[in-house]
């Protein structure tokens, strides 16, 4: 299912819209659901994907988009997105080269084969993710320790917050992952 | 504190920003610490406010723009956001000319002076910022009884997931709400 | 709405109930519903105020008026007890004469304008509202730290249990804060 | 241990506490802990009991004096209060003539050996300890159903309400039950 | 009730049932109720008791039998269930040769007349019990600063594995304690 | 890694241990860690297996194979167990012939591609594995309205059971899925 709500004919979307999903299905292979869930709103599906691409098509040397697909994919667990957890964990693997980091992320990130820095990375998100309130200046202290700046740490905090949004629209619409991407990443590419 | 985060100068902010800015502050009388604790990052500026004003500057017969700003209010108290319920309470008793329903809805919904129609908007609005893996489509039907249409109900849905972000944003830079906000919308203006 | 229980004549209750009520109605304004929604039962009434009393109108170097009552209102607030929130709100308001300290710390206390000392008391209070099984006498050494004394931590233990009792009973009878609370302590008394 | 606060020796308290303690000495046996933890703060130690006794020393037809334990005791529970659940679990086997009842209610109320009327009022003791924002008047009808008056109605909710105080008082103090009840109610009185 | 399931008839129960519950009764005077309520699946029963009688018929320098019953008695407090609690705290009580702890450990551990070594084995005990997935190698620690090795370690945790099952499978069954565990380890035994 | 505890080598465990074992590995190309980590127990280790191969190893018309999985991914997903989502998913892909079905359970049951049936049967058994102590008969009504007897019934429940055990367990020792089982039944097989 893509949606409970209205789902618009591609042909009938904005032109620019029109253009982002072409693009998407040209490299992806097929249009991942989440363009499709918001396309009747095209105001919002602009403005979710300005701010999308804002925080994870970027990579600093402390915060790799493997790590921002990671925060993505423990926060999304956490609030029991299907669809985050499926998307962004394909990603999530193919990023990191690591076919089983993005179950163990989902299932139980204390577990999972992360070194120091993601762990702290990681805790934070999950904190804004799960009980925001509580967050003071001196949990950003073990990420400082690990080379993150300020600028990380914002990266952290927003992704979080961006994916706590997009969990609930998900939940909101019951929009199911493509089937294509519970496979993605997890084997080698044919040389 | 406008944030924990670099604060950049006005004048230093790009145009666009720089006139909405002007324009907040000529209507309201001062500038909302959101729109500088934003700021250092104007490309999240923009897909923020443009998020923000489609969905809140808007009103149907079913869902006014008062009841908007009540689930800003409802599902940020439940997120314990300061900032978001002294600045969304203020422009909703302003809204709702209801110099109480601010501090109803943030403390205790459940017996906030609201008719039928407005419990079951905050109901599901809730639903979706504390437990949105359990929203099913029949959690919709009571909002039909009341004459939300589909487009409503994905408001109600679409304000709360917004907030669920912005709820975080604000814990994350540790903002607090401007002082002129705590007053806004008790008293009676002179006429 | 003062209750979904009997409330009585005010000309029928016991002299001494009305004597009490006279007197605050003059120095106050209004009577406060907790006054009539109690007042069906002129024992509970009488033990309720006398306890109320003994911990509210005291005042030690260490633990103001004006404290105790942010203590009721956080608290209250972890309750979502309306009533009391609105109505201590607005004492605290006047007692610590700062128009946003209430609704700061109803909606988040971790971020108010506290001091130290103050911030010792609240997690204390709010650690016995919320999870009393889990304190120790360890927890009493960061207020002994502040200056409070053994006779000032009971108190700040005995609010929260007494509000702990009065939230209940609030939520119980559905009273609803007197109107006249919402404003009080908001804007300076005119000279 | 009777508290972790000073406990004034039983010569000087005031002649009316000394007077009470006297008689529940000589009635039971022995002097049971809560009244020296208290005793330090006479003023409170009145006002506690009054309320205590208003309540729980009370029989109506939908509401027996045994009922009236197994609230506090079920309630305690919730709170893990071991004084109030041993020395009201004491009790409550004495009233009801059960000497497994206490124990039943204290770890398991759904399982315990009560009837429908209890059940009802058990459930709404319970919901008022726990959760009392959710109380609606329409939670009421299960106890009317049953024969419960809305004086018997506002019992249950005191009771609940009454312990919530003493449960975090206890807490505060580390008061631990007296030995001997442990055992009361749970042998046959030699004849 | 012995179960909301199925429960065979003693004598036709294959024979090493019969063989061991014919022990028991003879030992402990009755059949304790969780022997008939697993019988429907000989199998089962099977399994459960030789995986409980190598945890539970144990004893070592730091973990003694009275030990391996407060495990029981504070995990299964923590499940609500009644069976256990009552069961094994009778058990509790003979082993530990103290009237008073199994009441204790099961209404608030953290409260019992424990030693220190005790408190850091119930303290593992629960977190295993209520949030296993926090278990980190360092919360060993204490135990072995208290002497426990290794193998004591493991007995702690596979403990509280093994009645996060029973607890379970009575919450499935319904099964209610025998009346004779009640009182058992309450009074000193007649010399 | 198989445990933080000891870990014996193969060729030293008791010969009906190494059998199984060799059969194991023999099917499924490798050895699951499971079996390794309760290794240093031999009884515990008989005791766990028997009860799992009489519980899984099993099919009725309305619990098959492939539902028993589910109702482990659930439950072990609730507890955030990575070896029993991960070791199960994979058996639970295969026995149900769906690639993506495990991913679904796990993450978010509500929204996975199941038939009325199986959705009951999940739902009584993740509440059985998070707050068993509220199931009651009628919890069994809709389980028998699809087809389940009683029989199928007690299996769901113990399955919840007996993988409440396990989770446990697998946190305390930390053990890791094997990596095989990652990509099991995620890709058709070669014919």
Avoid at 71 to 92: E, R
Wanted: hydrophobic content about 45%; overall charge negative; aromatic content about 8%.
């Amino acid at each position: 299912m893509i949606s409970r709500f209205a789902v618009p004919a591609r042909t009938e979307l904005p032109p620019d819209l029109q253009e982002r999903i072409d693009q998407v299905e040209e490299k992806t292979g097929f249009v991942p659901n989440i363009f499709m869930a918001l396309a009747h709103r095209p105001e919002e599906w602009r403005a979710f994907f300005a701010y999308h691409d804002t925080l994870m098509d970027k990579e600093t040397p402390a915060l790799s988009k493997g790590d921002r697909e990671l925060i993505v994919v423990a926060t999304s667990a956490a609030n029991n997105c299907l669809y985050c957890v499926v998307a962004h964990g394909a990603i999530a693997r193919i990023r990191a080269r690591n076919p089983r980091i993005a179950d163990q992320v989902a299932t139980d990130w204390r577990k999972a084969e992360l070194d120091g820095r993601q762990r702290t990375v990681l805790e934070l998100a999950v904190r804004i993710a799960v009980e925001p309130w509580t967050v003071q200046a001196e949990h950003f202290e073990p990420l400082r320790e690990h080379g993150l700046t300020d600028d990380d740490i914002w990266d952290v905090g927003a992704i979080a917050a961006l994916f706590a949004m997009s969990n609930r629209l998900v939940h909101l619409a019951g929009t199911m992952p493509n089937d294509e991407f519970y496979l993605m990443g997890r084997v080698p590419k044919k040389s």
